[in-house]
C-alpha cells in the first residue's frame, strides 16, 4: 500500500527516473513532470500529499508555480530541488511558499528523510491540534481522529482517510476522481457504492448538512461558521 502521493517536478529525466524509482520502492506513488506547465496540470487534476519541486524547469520554473498554487489554497508541503545555491535563492524558494530546500547533487536518503519530516505532519501549516466542527465535535489533526462528545468514534481506513481530505479541503468541491484516487490505491477498484456509505457514516457523526453533494461534480464539506 502507498504511503502518499507525490508530485515530482524534475526536468532531468535521468535524475527524474532515479528519484521516482527510488521513492516507489519505498512505498510511494509518484507523479512525474518533466516541466512547468505539465506539473501545474497535474496540481489541477489530482490531490498530493507532497510536492518535489526543481526551479529552473521549461515552461513555469518551480518558484512561480509553487507561488501560484499557495494563492489558490495549495496546502501540501513541499520541497525544491535546485542546484541555486545563494541566500537570495533560498529566500526567493521560501517565500514562494516551500517547506524545505534540497540542493543538488544530493543523497536520495537524504530526501527521504525530509520528506518523512513533512509527511509526519499531515496538517503542517496548521499549528493548531484540534478543528473544532461544532460544539460537541473535534477533529484530532495529528492522529486523525474524530471526536464526539469526547468520545473517540470508531472508523474504518478508508473512512479515517476520507475525513482526512475533507479537513484538508474544507470548502472545496472534491470531484469523485479525486476522491478515488486519494482512497484507493491503483490496484484496486474504486467503487460508488462504499465511496457514499463512508459519506453516509460521516455524515452520521458530522451532520448531515456538513457534507454537500453537488450534483454531476463531488462533495464539499462545510466548515465551522
Not at 38 to 49: C, H, Q, T, V
Request: negative net charge; aromatic residues 10%.
Amino acid at each position: 500500500m502507498k504511503k502518499a502521493n507525490i508530485l515530482l517536478l524534475e526536468d532531468d529525466a535521468n535524475l527524474n527516473d532515479t528519484i521516482t524509482e527510488f521513492l516507489e520502492d519505498q512505498g510511494y506513488s509518484v507523479t512525474p513532470a518533466y516541466n512547468g506547465y505539465e506539473a501545474e496540470e497535474k496540481l489541477y487534476e489530482s490531490r498530493f500529499d507532497l510536492l518535489l519541486l526543481d526551479v529552473n524547469t521549461p515552461g513555469i520554473n518551480g518558484f512561480k508555480l509553487l507561488k501560484e498554487a499557495r494563492a489558490r489554497k495549495e496546502n501540501a508541503p513541499a520541497i525544491f530541488i535546485t542546484s541555486l545555491g545563494s541566500v537570495d535563492d533560498l529566500e526567493k524558494g521560501f517565500a514562494s511558499g516551500c517547506d524545505d530546500y534540497i540542493r543538488k547533487p544530493f543523497v536520495l536518503k537524504e530526501l527521504l528523510i525530509r520528506m518523512e519530516t513533512l509527511l509526519a505532519r499531515s496538517f503542517y501549516h496548521d499549528k493548531k491540534e484540534y478543528i473544532e466542527i461544532d460544539d460537541v465535535t473535534k477533529y484530532d489533526i495529528h492522529n486523525n481522529r474524530l471526536i464526539v462528545e469526547g468520545k473517540l468514534v470508531p472508523m474504518g481506513n478508508k473512512e479515517s482517510k476520507l475525513l482526512k481530505l475533507f479537513m484538508q479541503s474544507a470548502d472545496e468541491v472534491l470531484t469523485h476522481e479525486q476522491i478515488y484516487a486519494h482512497l484507493w490505491d491503483f490496484d484496486e477498484e474504486p467503487s460508488d457504492t462504499a465511496l457514499r456509505t463512508y459519506i453516509k457514516n460521516l455524515r452520521k457523526n458530522l451532520g448531515k448538512d456538513r457534507i454537500v453533494s453537488i450534483k454531476k461534480q463531488g462533495y464539499k464539506f462545510t466548515a465551522q461558521e
